[in-house]
């Protein structure tokens, strides 16, 4: 189990990971875009497989090219430790890939 984290680690996390935003109490969110729709479904191919190394598996939407993830950790009601240790790989795979 997860523990929850604290608003201010919360903070401080977000700090570290340009982008991401909260959406409500237990979700944080980031909205990315690449320059086409085959590079956008390539983007979420590599972004589920590192989903499944982590065991840990974002909500995603895919609008053409217009790609939104949002984190959580549903089983603690809130975020942890492992939503941000996953958006901030998320956001190097969308980095590397020329997300902007």
Known sequence: MAELLSEEAIADALKDLPGWQREDDATIVRFAKLPTFPEAIAAVDAVAELA??????????IRYNSLKFKLSTHSEGGLTAKDTALAAKISAELDARGAS
């Open 52 to 61: 499944e190394a982590d065991n840990h598996h974002p909500d995603m939407n």
